[in-house]
């Protein structure tokens, strides 16, 4: 897990945090490998942070070390991503799996997973080794958001950025 911070707050200014989750190596000591996928809801402390990865019904998370990726599920799969004080979320690029589907949707979804927020709207990562972006608005600081798969295909990552202002 890598995070930066860019300017320096004084007053007002906040400068901008980037967390980045990348599954080139295995996100934590106890994070679920292939053999070893999970099907409940489950939180892990990566780096200084919090995340919760729930599976879709039926379906497993796990780290995949042959291909350095994380699959998450199928529909209804989330990862709820960190809250960071005095921050909002304001932008979300998911690198996909080598070997990802191209046919998987995927957004970005309130806290409780019933609305996606502004430019969070779910689009298809209909290619493989590649960045989607999506730029939000009218997020909220202290607040977590879910990254969202909302078709009936795997979703997998190799790197998600996050950047937080």
């Known amino acids: 897990?890598?995070?930066?911070?860019?300017?320096?707050?004084?007053?007002?200014?906040?400068?901008?945090?980037?967390?980045?989750?990348?599954?080139?190596?295995?996100?934590?000591?106890?994070f679920p490998n292939t053999s070893t996928g999970v099907?409940?809801?489950?939180?892990?402390?990566?780096?200084?942070?919090?995340?919760?990865?729930?599976p879709s019904s039926g379906n497993k998370f796990s780290w995949y070390d042959n291909g350095d990726y994380i699959l998450w599920g199928k529909s209804g799969g989330y990862?709820?991503?960190?809250a960071i004080e005095g921050?909002?979320?304001?932008?979300?690029?998911?690198?996909?799996?080598?070997?990802a589907s191209t046919s998987v949707k995927v957004g970005v979804y309130n806290e409780a997973g019933t609305a996606a927020v502004s430019g969070g709207t779910a689009?298809?990562?209909?290619?493989?080794?590649a960045e989607f972006t999506w730029t939000l608005t009218g997020t909220e600081?202290?607040?977590?958001?879910?990254l969202r798969v909302t078709s009936s295909h795997?979703?997998?990552?190799?790197?998600?950025?996050?950047v937080y202002e």
Not at 87 to 99: A, H, P, R
Not at 154 to 162: E, M, S, V
């Open 87 to 99: 921050k909002k979320l304001t932008s979300v690029t998911i690198l996909t799996g080598k070997q």
């Open 154 to 162: 795997n979703a997998q990552l190799q790197k998600l950025t996050l």
């Open 123 to 129: 689009m298809t990562l209909n290619k493989q080794n």
């Open 1 to 30: 897990l890598t995070v930066t911070q860019s300017g320096v707050s004084t007053g007002d200014e906040t400068g901008s945090v980037t967390v980045v989750l990348s599954a080139a190596t295995r996100p934590c000591s106890n």
């Open 79 to 82: 990862i709820l991503m960190p």
């Open 141 to 146: 600081v202290n607040t977590h958001y879910q």
């Open 39 to 54: 099907t409940t809801k489950t939180t892990y402390t990566i780096g200084d942070y919090e995340w919760t990865f729930s």
